[in-house]
């Protein structure tokens, strides 16, 4: 057999012991757990050629790039390519050189794994936070967006607007995009997309985050009549009024930035328009006086000059002297907080922000309770990675490959055989975070094994499911106060949910959120966790040995099942360690 491992597009010198692969799949596995395919270490001969491609690794007082990185490297066995792996130098020796290979896995999808993002990065938007938004009992750039979706709020929403309002809701599907999108790598999900749509996370804070929430006022109208404003972002116990000719100002804790221009009839480089201040007690105490241009422009670009700290509030008005007019004007008025936002809230009536009110969750956390809640896995594609069920390996029987004239007996039996696969006990448990007010959404699939523990928490989802008071509809983070006057904000715990679309008898589509469907005694008697279920409840699982070809391991499929009629059976492949002309392959049998 001739193996050759290709290093910077060069061959280098192997030495006379065969390379030990590691072949993995990880359709079973847990998604945070994902690993690639392995080899053991392979020792390479101090050769010229060798220590030339390494970038002399050994070299006192020369640093080899390759000492503290991964580099593209290549396997052929009997002149068929089997795979491009990553390799790295784990050591040098007077032997030789250790260096190992790892394949079969997205590098981008490894390094999604590996940082320790949280989806509130993934969500760096802002959604309109008033009345138009809230009450429209729909969503906000179609089903798929972020928006707003009725649900129970803990008090009675119709009946108390002046004192209640809904938060917005962030589409899961939506959120995997974003993810997929920044890792520059596909995800797909087959035809469980059209279920993840449906997923929403209903947002239960008021947080602010200064990218967002600050105080802007737009001048979308000036001239001799008066003064038009629209606001487009608010800040809590900040205010201004625009009336007449004049804007009132009654927070004065900062400075404010101040941007106009004011089309005249005036010639040039004349003084004529006056922007005037008066104090809280209607007295005069500032004129800025701006010039005109060639134009007749007279504009201003700064902050609002002197000292307005002593007043209550300050007025704003422009005049124009000596008979000329006010054509036109635009402008606006921003002010920024420099009050510490990790204890900030927010004020209704601006805009909403996304990411600082999603849960803290990692990104692969996040992942991870997506494929928990449908029965998903993980498989590599040339893209990135494909979600898939359990099932799919089972339909997928009437493509199995036939290894029964590969097989290499060793007696009557397999070579070895047992009866657990994974991490289970007797009794497993798909759990939410407890609440004494919701009702129980747990459930558990069932191992038929008498000599495993008896039950163990084998998915806790950091969400706490909903039925709060028997309402599968409420997400209740509002509450009255003891006195009942005020309504005051509750920590409700996180939460997931899913869209419901239905029709009055006019039909006018009505979309609400809803918990129903997501509990777990649901889940595992349908989609992938049923299949799961039948698969673990008592598994087979042998180890034999089989003679496989380079065309064999190249062309693995850990989607596709092997069939052996020495067992009369179908296995889905575990792992293979293949050394020279023989593997080992452990298999678990299907149903």
């Given at each position: 057999m001739k193996e050759e491992l290709y290093i910077k597009g060069e061959s280098v010198d192997l030495g006379d012991s065969e390379i030990t692969l590691n072949f993995k799949s990880n359709l079973l596995g847990d998604i945070s757990k994902i690993t690639a395919s392995n080899s053991y270490t392979i020792t390479l001969p101090r050769t010229n050629k060798n220590i030339r491609l390494l970038d002399f690794p050994d070299v006192a007082g020369h640093e080899s790039y390759m000492m503290r990185d991964y580099f593209n490297a290549e396997y052929y066995r009997n002149g068929v390519k089997l795979f491009d792996a990553k390799a790295v130098l784990i050591s040098c020796s007077e032997d030789g050189f250790d260096v190992a290979l790892t394949w079969g896995m997205s590098e981008k999808f490894i390094q999604l794994m590996n940082d320790d993002k949280s989806i509130q990065e993934f969500a760096d938007m802002a959604l309109p936070w008033n009345s138009s938004t809230t009450y429209d009992n729909g969503l906000v750039d179609g089903q798929l967006s972020h928006g707003y979706i009725r649900h129970n709020a803990g008090i009675d929403v119709d009946s108390n607007r002046d004192k209640i309002f809904i938060h917005p809701s962030v589409n899961c599907m939506r959120l995997l995009e974003?993810?997929?999108?920044?890792?520059?790598?596909?995800?797909?999900?087959?035809?469980y997309k059209q279920y993840i749509e449906l997923l929403y996370l209903p947002l239960i804070s008021q947080k602010a985050n200064p990218k967002y929430n600050y105080f802007q006022a737009e001048f979308i109208k000036i001239n001799d009549f008066g003064l038009e404003m629209s606001l487009n972002s608010t800040l809590s116990g900040i205010s201004i009024v625009a009336s007449n000719s004049y804007i009132k100002i009654d927070d004065l804790s900062t400075d404010?930035?101040?941007?106009?221009?004011?089309?005249?009839?005036?010639?040039?480089?004349?003084?004529?328009?006056?922007?005037?201040?008066?104090?809280?007690?209607?007295?005069?105490?500032?004129?800025?006086?701006?010039?005109?241009?060639?134009?007749?422009t007279c504009s201003y670009k700064g902050k609002i000059p002197g000292n307005i700290n002593n007043y209550s509030y300050v007025t704003i008005n422009f005049i124009i002297q000596n008979g000329y007019t006010i054509i036109e004007g635009n402008g606006g008025i921003v002010k920024l907080s420099s009050i510490n936002y990790d204890n900030k809230q927010l004020s209704y009536g601006g805009v909403y922000p996304i990411g600082s009110n999603l849960p803290d969750i990692s990104v692969v956390d996040f992942i991870k309770q997506i494929c928990w809640l449908f029965g998903l896995f993980a498989i590599k594609i040339d893209t990135g990675v494909f979600f898939m069920p359990v099932s799919k390996i089972i339909d997928n029987k009437k493509k199995a490959v036939d290894w029964s004239k590969k097989l290499v007996p060793t007696g009557w039996t397999a070579k070895e055989t047992s009866y657990t696969f994974g991490d289970f006990a007797q009794k497993n448990y798909f759990r939410y975070e407890e609440n004494e007010?919701?009702?129980?959404?747990?459930?558990?699939?069932?191992?038929?094994?008498?000599?495993?523990?008896?039950?163990?928490?084998?998915?806790?989802?950091?969400?706490?499911?909903?039925?709060?008071?028997?309402?599968?509809?409420?997400?209740?983070?509002?509450?009255?106060?003891?006195?009942?006057?005020?309504?005051?904000?509750?920590?409700?715990?996180?939460?997931?949910?899913?869209?419901?679309i239905s029709f009055d008898s006019q039909g006018n589509e009505d979309a609400r959120l809803d918990f129903s469907d997501l509990k777990f005694q649901n889940r595992v008697s349908r989609f992938g966790l049923s299949y799961y279920q039948d698969l673990i409840k008592s598994p087979f699982v042998i180890k034999d040995t089989f003679r496989l070809t380079e065309i064999d391991l190249k062309n693995l499929d850990y989607t596709i099942p092997v069939y052996i009629e020495r067992y009369a059976a179908f296995f889905a492949i575990i792992s293979i360690k293949s050394q020279g002309d023989y593997s080992e392959c452990e298999l678990l049998k299907l149903l």
């Open positions: 974003e993810i997929a999108s920044y890792y520059g790598i596909a995800m797909e999900w087959g035809s404010w930035d101040l941007l106009v221009n004011i089309f005249t009839n005036a010639p040039s480089n004349t003084s004529n328009v006056v922007l005037v201040r008066f104090n809280g007690d209607g007295g005069n105490f500032y004129n800025l006086y701006l010039n005109s241009d060639s134009s007749g007010n919701a009702k129980s959404a747990d459930g558990y699939m069932v191992v038929k094994n008498n000599t495993l523990d008896h039950e163990k928490d084998l998915v806790k989802l950091p969400y706490t499911a909903g039925g709060d008071n028997g309402d599968m509809r409420a997400v209740p983070y509002f509450k009255w106060s003891d006195d009942g006057t005020i309504v005051e904000l509750e920590d409700c715990g996180d939460r997931i949910m899913q869209l419901v």
